[in-house]
């Protein structure tokens, strides 16, 4: 019992706690990249011109195609033979933002969609430019349409983080893999990992939730899933 | 004479293979209030929205002020909008902001005005229209009569020289309709020029300065209140204006 605790203590809590911390790092920065790029390409996938809309979709059909590890390893692994190297904890956040981003741009599209046309005519008819309008008036809208399922990509997000060790990006899940099968207490440590990863979760779903109130609106009320 | 603030000439629109406007033209002096009738598919929302280009004509010139509207550029277009209101059947209010942000943010995105100069200036549109006590209201909490005043107060904000309504009282409920109309004869009274899309045929001919008949892309016949419901010479136009007095009640 002492043993185990002292295990713990010296081995375990280190570890765990850098690895905790590595994850917000590649968290923090990917969640809100994600969401900048998935503004920007929902945008332009409804107000693009003909070759914009049709690229941007094309960026969407790629990053949510294939799968998140061989981006990753493309990222890390395959770059270097065209001479770009990026590091672990680079390459980790490049790929989250831009899948993240592709499936973000999805429900601001959806949102963006769901604005009624008259406002935009009316937008129009007091002199407002296609760009003005699009930022004061449409975003606002769609951005708060978008917000839950936004959330739960970001919540995603926060889970498939943990590929990044598979690219020497060692965070909690990696931490987690080296301590493991140094001590072979696989159960323990892998419970202690994934009450980590749900605590993180569920502070984002508290945050989010805020942010929600925050930005609620008479007229833009949605259910609480 | 005194030349005209809006002069429109020959305007058409087609869409595919149908001619929904055939050929409109429409001097608007100061203080003109223009009334459009005309059944359903005449073009009369068409013909609005040509005139401050949510539409593009297809052929046809547009004069404000004895100056014409080059619509390609989009500066002279953005500029010449801002000059021209424009009211719509369902209102068309921003979801996301206030009675009082609606009417400010054209002046601050637009005009590039301060908030709190906008700010006062929209207040006072708000009381203009007797909506003050709901400046703080976001539109789902309005009725649409009061809907549809943020939308009068918001384009009287940006000082349009001539208000395009299409119309305005269509969609609101009977007992609403009164409130919209007296906020509409006010601004004739005070001299603000417009053409106005509506069936209300008894609010028309109290105010108009003139009624034009539209069917299928042309204004079939123009003139005076009584000219147009009492001596039409057309007789399509005589018919629409019997069956509209019919469903409309008594013009007053
Ligand atoms: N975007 C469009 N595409 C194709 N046809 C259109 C479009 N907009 C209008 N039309 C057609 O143009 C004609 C004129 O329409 P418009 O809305 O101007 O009539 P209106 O006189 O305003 O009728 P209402 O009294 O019903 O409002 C109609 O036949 C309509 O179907
Ligand atoms: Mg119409």
Redesign the pocket.
């Given at each position: 019992m002492t043993e185990g605790w002292l295990y713990i203590q010296t081995e375990v809590y280190p570890a765990l706690l850098k690895g905790f911390w590595v994850s917000l790092q590649l968290i923090a920065p990917s969640a809100l990249l994600g969401l900048a790029i998935g503004i920007m390409v929902g945008v332009l996938r409804i107000y693009g011109n003909r070759p914009v809309m049709a690229a941007a979709n094309t960026f969407v059909a790629i990053f949510r195609g294939i799968p998140l590890v061989v981006q990753l390893f493309i990222w890390y692994f395959g770059l270097p033979h065209i001479g770009i190297y990026l590091s672990p904890f680079f390459a980790s956040v490049l790929g989250f933002s831009l899948c993240s981003g592709a499936y973000h741009s999805e429900y601001i599209r959806g949102a963006l969609l769901s604005i009624k046309r008259g406002q935009m005519l009316a937008a129009q008819s007091l002199g407002f430019s296609k760009i003005r309008m699009i930022f004061s008036i449409i975003l606002p809208q769609a951005i708060r349409r978008a917000l839950p399922g936004c959330g739960n990509e970001i919540i995603y997000l926060i889970k498939y983080s943990s590929l990044a060790y598979m690219i020497t990006c060692i965070e909690l899940t990696g931490q987690g893999k080296i301590l493991a099968s140094n001590s072979f207490k696989y159960t323990e440590v892998f419970l202690m990992i994934g009450a980590c990863y749900l605590v993180m979760t569920s502070v984002a779903s508290i945050i989010l939730g805020r942010v929600e109130d925050r930005l609620r609106i008479p007229g833009f009320e949605h259910r609480r899933t | 004479m005194t030349a005209p603030i809006l002069r429109i000439e020959n305007i058409s629109k087609r869409?595919?293979k149908?001619d929904?406007l055939k050929g409109a033209s429409l001097d608007v002096k100061k203080g003109d209030l223009k009334i459009l009738i005309?059944?359903?598919?005449?073009?009369?929302?068409?013909?609005l929205q040509c005139i401050n280009f949510l539409v593009k004509p297809d052929e046809g010139r547009i004069w404000l002020d004895e100056q014409e509207v080059h619509y390609a550029n989009k500066r002279d277009l953005y500029a010449y909008r801002q000059k021209v209101g424009m009211i719509f059947q369902d209102f068309n209010l921003f979801d996301h902001l206030t009675a009082l942000e609606n009417v400010r943010i054209g002046m601050v995105r637009v005009k590039g005005m301060g908030k709190a100069e906008a700010g006062e200036r929209a207040v006072l549109e708000l009381e203009r229209v007797g909506l003050k006590e709901h400046m703080q209201k976001y539109p789902a909490q309005l009725s649409g009569g009061q809907k549809q005043r943020v939308s009068i107060a918001r384009a009287l904000a940006m000082d349009p020289r001539v208000m395009l309504l299409d119309?305005p009282t269509s969609a609101l409920d009977p007992e609403l309709i009164g409130e919209v109309h007296a906020v509409i004869r006010d601004l004739g009274n005070n001299g603000m020029t417009m053409i106005m899309?509506t069936h209300q045929i008894g609010f028309a001919s109290s105010l108009a300065s003139e009624i034009l008949f539209?069917e299928d892309g042309r204004i079939l016949e123009r003139g005076t209140p009584d000219k147009i419901f009492n001596h039409a010479e057309n007789a399509r136009t005589q018919e629409f204006c019997s069956k509209i007095t019919e469903l409309y009640g008594e013009r007053g």
């Open positions: - | 869409y595919g149908k929904v005309g059944p359903s598919g005449a073009g009369k929302s068409t013909l119309e899309a539209m």
